[in-house]
């Protein structure tokens, strides 16, 4: 162990050559609490179990400007780092620098280009390496916490890979401040399965709590489930806020049932998101995509302010958003969305929206533009869910446990957008519970569409249930009052019913903003 101050004056160390199965293994075993090392760099391989680090096994004290080019191998208990292998919560690093490769060659966790397991501060340090993890891997850091714990301006430019668990800068955070972190690396998730711990994200893989700004991502993200270009699960139902965060990589998730997508945050238990914005597409196999949230997981207090997407989202499977894919039942994740834009297309096979493709909550002040908003039936015979749920702002808008109004969505507007689906599709929501909060929407130079051709799905329609504000009323409660002033100007409805054949219904009365049609005897409308 080593208590002393050692200033390296800028000098390396070269020819390093550690191999051990014990703790510590490194060319420090251990810098005490009140000890520093600073101005060193170091050259060679070290090999250990828990906290084995290229400088320094455990840091009790201060490690700054450290650079480290040993490649370091984490064959024991948790923690491996290119500098440290773990820091306690008396410890501060910065200004470390770390191009050396580090790898977890067992069933263990916590591996990092700088430290695996984070206790204390650490601000200003970078890696270039390249992190081969188990589990809880990142760029920078494995897994960072302690109450006095700050995780300020941290750069990954590393690939980072692991089984389960990644971050590209922070594989897991429960700081209390996280700011000013920046990816670069492509990082990848390997795990097929759908473990509810399992997540992957360009910045940081997990937030347990904490206050984060300042978050970019521009490396591509590949995993299997909660995956997301800032964080992959927020597992905190306290107040955790993301502030000022974004996203330029490609986001894509290999799961084909619970995808939990977004170019911002996968999955979420609870947290305030403002002002942050994607410009990565984001494609997931399976239910729940968004361009900023892709699911809410329980009941906490879930609120999205003055966020863009402005790129294109997909889903293979229902709930697919603009910004939300949607909670994952109507008894977990009261949603409200509002100062919102998207300008990116949405795509799934059902309950696809420009904002939100399911919700129960409050949607305000949102408004969709220059996009393409579809469904696409990919079942025949009876599909009653698919191909439907389409809308400009909300494709489904679904009752909470009481069967009583779970959405309100008023002062939105969609324009110069396409809207279509094989059924339930209009331009502010493709099927709607309840009227009375529906308010002051617009539609301006829209094009909604119900597709029935036979190509679609081969032999079968159903009713279309088409419309500029509501496509189908499921408690037939929508009331077009004038106090309602939901408004239309320059707008298509349109229904491709048999092959070949089309349905214009552009002189259908505006004012009523709904028309049903049914494919039973013929074509008739319903007022």
């Given amino acids: 162990s080593f208590g002393g101050h050692l200033d390296g004056n800028n000098c390396s160390i070269r020819g390093v050559n550690v191999s051990a199965t014990t703790p510590k293994a490194s060319l420090f075993y251990c810098v005490l609490k009140g000890g520093s090392i600073k101005n060193l760099s170091a050259y060679g391989t070290v090999s250990g179990g828990q906290y084995v680090g290229g400088i320094v096994g455990r840091s009790f004290g201060t490690l700054l400007n450290l650079t480290n080019y040993i490649n370091v191998t984490q064959s024991g208990a948790n923690g491996g780092g290119g500098v440290a292998g773990g820091t306690t919560s008396s410890s501060y690093t910065e200004g470390c620098v770390n191009y050396g490769t580090i790898e977890c060659v067992t069933g263990h966790n916590k591996t990092a280009g700088i430290t695996g397991l984070g206790e204390g501060g650490i601000k200003n340090c970078v890696n270039f390496g390249t992190i081969n993890g188990n589990s809880l891997a990142g760029g920078v850091v494995g897994e960072s916490f302690a109450a006095q714990n700050l995780c300020e301006n941290l750069v990954n430019y590393g690939t980072v890979t692991t089984k389960t668990n990644a971050g590209g800068v922070i594989g897991q955070s429960s700081a209390p401040v996280v700011k000013n972190i920046i990816n670069y690396g492509f990082v990848q998730n390997s795990t097929t399965g759908d473990g509810a711990t399992n997540f992957t994200a360009g910045a940081v893989g997990c937030v347990k709590l ?8 521009y490396g591509n993200v590949e995993g299997s489930a909660r995956v997301a270009g800032i964080t992959g699960q927020v597992d905190s139902t306290g107040t955790t806020t993301f502030d000022n965060c974004y996203n330029y990589g ?6 084909k049932t619970n995808s939990y997508i977004g170019g911002i945050l996968g999955a979420a238990k609870a947290a305030t998101v403002t002002a942050c914005i994607n410009y990565g597409e984001v494609v997931g196999k399976g239910y729940y995509v968004g361009g900023i949230l892709g699911v809410v997981t329980t009941s906490g207090n879930m609120v999205i302010n003055n966020c863009e997407n402005h790129a294109n989202i997909s889903g293979s499977s229902n709930a697919v958003g603009g910004i939300v894919g949607g909670p994952v039942n109507e008894t977990k994740g009261e949603v409200t969305v509002s100062g919102c834009t998207n300008t990116g297309d949405i795509t799934g096979p059902s309950m696809v929206g420009g904002i939100v493709g399911k919700i129960a909550g409050t949607i305000n002040n949102c408004h969709v533009d220059g996009c393409e908003v579809v469904a696409t039936a990919n079942l025949v015979g009876d599909a009653w869910d698919n191909g439907d749920k389409v809308g400009g702002i909300v494709g489904y808008s679904e009752p909470n446990a009481a069967n009583t109004p779970a959405a309100s969505i008023e002062n939105c507007s969609v324009k110069n957008t396409y809207i279509s689906a094989f059924r339930d599709v209009a331009g502010i929501v493709g099927a709607y519970y309840y009227g009375d909060n529906l308010k ?18 081969p032999g079968y329609y159903k009713d279309a249930n088409i419309g500029y504000v509501v496509g189908r009323d499921l408690l037939n409660a929508y009331s077009a009052k004038e106090d309602n002033a939901n408004t239309t100007a320059n707008s298509d409805i349109r229904v491709l019913y048999a092959e070949g054949a089309e349905l214009n219904v552009n002189s259908f009365d505006a004012s009523e903003h709904r028309l049903e049609i049914s494919s039973a005897n013929g074509l008739a409308w319903f007022s």
């Fill in 210 to 217: 904490g206050a984060l700004s300042n978050l970019v991502n």
């Fill in 440 to 457: 002051n929407n617009a539609v301006e130079n829209v094009n909604v569409i119900a597709v029935q051709r036979e190509s679609v799905n």
């Fill in 250 to 255: 490609r986001i894509s998730c290999g799961h």
